[in-house]
């Protein structure tokens, strides 16, 4: 069975640049979240969806947004790009809300 | 005060001897509880998931918990050097899908 799959695995933005980040949940799970890992703030919740609706929200700026489609891939997008977002961005699906839940390999964002 | 808190590493054990890390959580309904490793430049792998007082083991893991102390560890029996690696609680609540994290415990397995 196919894990999560996260694309592009490394990108390079500059400041005020958008960037789309793109998550294949294994198949048969509904439940996709997104986490941001920084070496000094740790693995923070951005926000999950579930049948294509977000049910959960992180305390994140409005410059991070998402989205579900029907057959539960997921996309993150960022905007106005800060020094600060540069972080490894990680995708975990789920059967349900409250299954464990399983990462993909991440894709580093580096912002110069 | 943290949401979840775990022990500040690195915690150092020779090989074979038992790792024992620990992490509390303040959110009194949180109902799921995980423990993922993450080696370093990788992911986070799930390591066992718990949602009942007492204990739980898979092959030389046994994850613990006690809801009445917000408490819940994880221990490693004769440790290896490929557990070398930094271990993750994480904590879920009644908003299922949402995983708060503790910073990490960092577990060094000396041969």
């Known amino acids: 069975k196919a894990g999560v799959t996260q694309t592009p695995r490394y990108l390079i933005k500059t400041r005020g640049q958008q960037v789309t980040l793109s998550c294949s949940p294994i198949?048969?799970?509904?439940?996709v979240s997104w986490y941001q890992q920084t070496p000094g703030q740790g693995l923070q919740f951005l926000f999950e969806y579930f049948s294509e609706t977000q049910r959960n929200k992180g305390n994140f700026p409005g410059r991070f947004s998402g989205r579900q489609f029907s057959n539960s891939r997921s996309e993150m997008n960022v905007s106005t790009l800060e020094l600060g977002d540069s972080a490894l961005y990680l995708c975990?699906?789920?059967?349900?809300?409250?299954?464990?839940?399983?990462f993909g390999d991440g894709t580093r964002l580096s912002i110069l | 005060q943290k949401e979840v808190e775990q022990n500040s590493g690195p915690l150092s054990v020779p090989e074979g001897a038992i790792a024992s890390l620990n992490c509390t959580y303040s959110?009194?309904?949180?109902?799921?509880f995980f423990w993922y490793r993450q080696y370093s430049g990788k992911s986070p792998e799930l390591i066992m998931s718990?949602?009942?007082?007492g204990d739980k083991e898979d092959g030389r893991f046994t994850a613990q918990l006690n809801k009445a102390s917000q408490y819940v560890s994880l221990l490693i029996r004769d440790s290896q050097p490929s557990d070398s690696a930094t271990y993750l609680c994480?904590?879920?609540?009644?908003?299922?899908?949402?995983?708060?994290f503790g910073q990490g415990t960092e577990l060094s397995v000396k041969p």
């Open positions: 994480a904590v879920s609540g009644n908003q299922g899908g949402k995983l708060i």
């Open positions: 975990a699906s789920s059967l349900a809300g409250d299954q464990p839940q399983h």
């Open positions: 198949s048969g799970h509904r439940s």
């Open positions: 718990i949602y009942s007082n």
């Open positions: 959110d009194r309904v949180s109902q799921s």
